[in-house]
């Protein structure tokens, strides 16, 4: 059986991780790696697949950064090629980039069959154009593998329970490795940071939050205003946007660094005393590895991370301080995403239907 994996950002990359793994552990499985180059700075891409062991890909498509019409649209036109040559029995998309319903609509047009991992979340905010990949990708997809439970009910509700089927979440099982081999690891955190001490993580990148001047310096200022130091780890996106706003990250409680390696990052949120973030990846990760997270965001996909204020939603980032502030919770974490198995499960689910 040929799976052919398209990726292209980020946490796509951290889910492979997962999926190459298990696929390697199966005899009768070809695993091809198509990289559609939608994040191609090296340390948002290349880094990922060294730190987390992942082959090299066998395609590069290189498309780079531009509006969402012509990215998507040079990553339609570069896998059809891709696909004509390699004709995989199973074409694996992953989450709710421009490179999901890229790799989505260029297989299905084929007449290949498409899996999505990590099918069914929904945020019901129209605004994102992640909403409108992932929704686009479970209504084109012939098999449909589902986090957790809740996802189960959203794509049972849309009427596509039939191609779905619970795998719990890879990006667990990769979470939950990496946070053990890097236990005893020294915390890589920006300059002028105890790690000894408390500090708080925060990751932003979201269009809702770095678009708006008013909105993004709403947000760095209260996050300047923590009482205790944070590393702001500056995504590509940010940095730029900021600097056309004329707003400085750096001041008050915020150091800003560059993005780390997965492996630092699990690190430096395992042993934080809170997260910021916008990110639905890191959301979930802190709730993992058991540090409160507060999320610049009006809704959120992993609503199970809500449960007993392990994850807060801040809607006014004037209130991120309070959030950031608020007593660690002592209530136990249910494990909603899996036991750190759904790579296998997942792998066995297309190897079942090929």
């Known amino acids: ?37 939608q994040h191609y700075d090296a340390a948002m891409s290349d880094v990922f697949f060294a730190d987390l062991r992942i082959p090299a890909p066998d395609v590069n498509l290189a498309v780079g950064s531009g509006s969402h019409g012509r990215q998507t649209g040079a990553m339609l036109a570069g896998m ?22 890229a790799g989505t609509l260029s297989a299905v047009k084929m007449h290949l069959k ?9 945020s019901f905010n129209r605004r994102m154009p992640e909403e409108h990949n992932r929704v686009l990708t479970d209504h084109a997809a012939d098999l449909l ?13 849309e009427g596509l329970a039939e191609r779905t089927i619970v795998t719990g979440d890879v990006m667990t099982d990769v979470c939950l490795r990496v946070a053990q081999s890097v236990k005893n690891a020294p915390v890589a955190l920006p300059e002028g940071i105890d790690p000894t001490g408390d500090y708080a993580v925060a990751t932003i990148h979201r269009a809702d939050n770095t678009d708006d001047p008013q909105r993004l310096a709403a947000i760095i ?17 940010l940095v730029a946007k900021a600097k ?25 949120v395992q042993n934080a005393a809170a ?7 890191l959301q979930k990760e802190a709730y993992l590895l058991g540090t409160p997270a507060s999320t610049v965001r009006t809704e959120t996909e992993w609503v199970e991370t809500l449960e007993n204020d392990w994850n807060r939603l801040v809607m006014n980032p004037v209130e ?15 494990p909603h995403y899996g036991d750190g198995h759904a790579s296998l499960r997942s792998i066995d689910a297309l190897r079942a239907r090929s």
């Open 145 to 157: 593998l589902a986090p957790t439970e809740v996802a189960r009910d959203h794509l049972a509700a």
């Open 275 to 281: 997260v910021v973030t916008d990110s639905g990846g």
């Open 221 to 237: 200022t209260s996050l300047q205003r923590l009482d205790m130091p944070l590393a702001l780890f500056a995504h590509p996106r």
């Open 320 to 334: 991120l301080p309070y959030a950031v502030a608020r007593p660690r919770p002592t209530a136990e974490r249910p």
């Open 1 to 37: 059986m040929k799976i052919l994996s398209v990726v292209g950002a980020r946490p796509q990359f951290v889910k492979l991780a997962a999926i190459a793994d298990a696929a390697a552990q199966r005899d009768d499985v070809e695993h091809v790696i198509v990289h559609t180059g």
């Open 114 to 122: 498409v899996a999505h991992l990590e099918a069914g979340l929904r």
């Open 244 to 268: 056309d706003a004329g707003i400085e990250l750096a001041g008050g409680a915020v150091h800003v660094g560059e993005p780390v390696a997965y492996p630092d990052l699990v690190n430096a």
């Open 80 to 101: 059809d090629e891709v696909l004509e040559e390699h004709r995989p029995d199973w074409t694996l998309v992953y989450g709710d980039t421009n490179s999901t319903l």
